[in-house]
Every structure is written in C-alpha cells, then in structure tokens.
C-alpha cells in the first residue's frame, strides 16, 4: 500500500512514459543561450526603465498629489474659518480633528 502523499512521477500514454512533474518536463526543454551582457542590461533598460518611469507617474499623481491637495484644502478651509468666525477651533474640536497630538 502506497503512503500517504505518494504520487507516479511519470504516467504511461500508448507505449511511451509521460512524465507528469513539471520539473521533469521542464528538464526536456530546449534552453536559449544567454545573451551577450551589453545586449542583455540594453534590452532590459530599454523595456524596464520606461515601465518604471509610467508607474512612478501614475504613483505620484495618484497617491502624492491627492495627499498634497487634501492638506492644502484643509489649510485653505481653516483659513477661511478663521477669517468667518475671527477665532481659532477650541482645543477639544481641534484634539478631535488630530492637531493637538
């Protein structure tokens, strides 16, 4: 009786063994040679850096300068406020609010 987990690495098809491990069948395939070094860090800069510059754009114009314009309309909102009323929020509405850490 076989243990518990045991598996057939390899599984007959007609009159030819089929092996069902994805590393065994990997082992059958053909490797390209590795590319000349110039040629490799130029096709990677080629196809990365331009990839990387896209997503530190959308990063910055998504994440940063939503940040940046809530904290200046936040800003700008006290100041009118302040302007309106003439007097700074009392000290539990500003602890409230997390200015008085």
């Given at each position: 009786m076989p243990a518990v987990g045991w598996h057939r690495p390899f599984r007959p098809v007609g009159n030819h063994i089929v092996a069902?491990?994805?590393?065994?069948?990997?082992?059958?395939?053909?490797?390209?040679p590795v590319p000349a070094q110039r040629t490799f860090v130029a096709g990677v800069r080629r196809k990365l850096n331009p990839r990387?510059?896209?997503?530190?754009?959308?990063?910055?114009a998504v994440g940063v300068m939503a940040w940046a314009v809530l904290h200046m309309a936040m800003a700008l909102l006290?100041?009118?406020?302040?302007?309106?009323?003439?007097?700074?929020?009392?000290?539990?509405?500003?602890?409230?609010?997390?200015?008085?850490?």
């Amino acid at each position: 009786m076989p243990a518990v987990g045991w598996h057939r690495p390899f599984r007959p098809v007609g009159n030819h063994i089929v092996a069902t491990d994805l590393l065994e069948s990997l082992a059958d395939q053909a490797v390209p040679p590795v590319p000349a070094q110039r040629t490799f860090v130029a096709g990677v800069r080629r196809k990365l850096n331009p990839r990387l510059l896209v997503a530190q754009i959308i990063e910055f114009a998504v994440g940063v300068m939503a940040w940046a314009v809530l904290h200046m309309a936040m800003a700008l909102l006290g100041a009118l406020r302040y302007t309106v009323t003439g007097a700074w929020p009392e000290a539990h509405d500003r602890r409230e609010h997390g200015h008085d850490r």
